[in-house]
């Protein structure tokens, strides 16, 4: 692990970059496309301070699942892919031992350091390498399915859950954060071009851009 | 063409990258047993039926899976994690106890 300078010495904010938005080109706020019956679908990107990627050596799973609950407050429940938000934090399984840990606030990974040790597993800061795109709204789940081959109702993905999956190769954490409300995790690189493609496909619903 | 992922579910074949035929066995690398590493590199069972498969869930979660594909009908009768299996495998046969 990179050596990190210790929260003595300097205040996260401080050390930490600030985040520049990769959408910003390509994000209009307002109504787009068929609204003048409504907007089914608010577009918004989500900007999180914190993005953390865990891992845990096989057999460490329960420990760094305790480990997520200290820092956090956030339970895991059993299973693939189970996850839970509180509208501030947010955790879900994406891969057999692998959870995405998301903070509005920055400086999680530097909660974590402590408690994910060596022994326990890995932590990977991904907060400046994903982009976090929201799509919320009573057609979100027919917009998603256009993109992803993956069932997106709500017995089979229940609130909190994650999902890892991809749309023409853009690999993508899918994490529902409500109702009709989903976070959607990619590659900050490609996150503008996915961010055009959800709007377009957006466009037949109407759509609006916060 | 579904593969049921242990972690994931089903999902379709696209999410998936082919890692060659499970029924291959690395030998050691010191190994200098050269039929060995014959049989690892060309050697096929090339069935018209059930097939031993390692495939990756390259656009999910990543995990490499032994699947079983029906060569003929494409069915896939399981799909398992690779991973605890193929490892004590190996050490395995590295010690002699089979
Ligand atoms: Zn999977």
Redesign the interface.
């Known amino acids: 692990m990179a050596e990190r300078q210790s929260p003595e010495r300097q205040s996260p904010e401080r050390q930490l970059p600030e985040h520049l938005s990769p959408l910003e080109p390509a994000l209009h706020p307002g109504s787009h496309g068929n609204f003048e019956h409504g907007v089914d679908v608010i577009l918004s990107e989500t900007k999180p301070g914190s993005i953390l990627q865990l891992a845990a050596w ?1 057999g460490e799973e329960k420990q760094l699942i305790s480990g997520i609950r200290t820092v956090t407050g956030l339970t895991l429940p059993d299973g ?2 189970g996850g839970s938000t509180n509208g501030v934090r947010s955790v879900f399984g ?3 031992g ?1 959870f995405t840990v998301v903070d509005e606030a920055e400086g999680l990974a530097l909660a974590f350091a402590d408690v994910v040790t060596p022994a326990i597993g890995t932590l990977t800061d991904l907060s400046h390498g994903r982009t976090a795109i929201r799509i919320a709204g009573p057609k979100a789940e027919w917009v998603l399915a256009k993109f992803f ?2 069932d997106f109702a709500l017995p089979a993905f229940p609130l909190g859950a994650g ?4 749309h023409h ?1 853009i ?1 993508a954490q899918i994490q529902r954060t409500g109702a009709d409300q989903f976070d959607i995790y990619v590659f900050r690189s490609f996150a503008r071009s996915f961010w055009k493609a959800l709007c377009h496909a957006s466009e037949e619903v109407g759509y609006e851009v916060q | 063409m579904l593969i049921t992922c242990p972690y994931c579910g089903p999902r379709d074949v696209i999410e998936f990258t082919y890692q060659g035929d499970g029924n291959r066995q690395r030998p050691q690398p010191a190994s200098q047993d050269l039929d060995a590493w014959n049989a690892y590199v060309y050697e096929r069972l090339n069935p018209a039926g059930d097939h031993n498969e390692i495939w990756q869930h390259s656009g999910g979660c990543r995990a490499h899976l032994k699947v079983v594909r029906n060569t003929l009908t494409h069915e896939i009768s399981s799909a398992a994690f690779a991973r605890g299996d193929h490892k004590s495998g190996a050490r395995h046969k590295a010690e002699g106890k089979s």
């Open positions: 096989p693939a892919g994406f891969a057999p692998k081959a993956i999902r890892s999956t991809n190769d690999f």
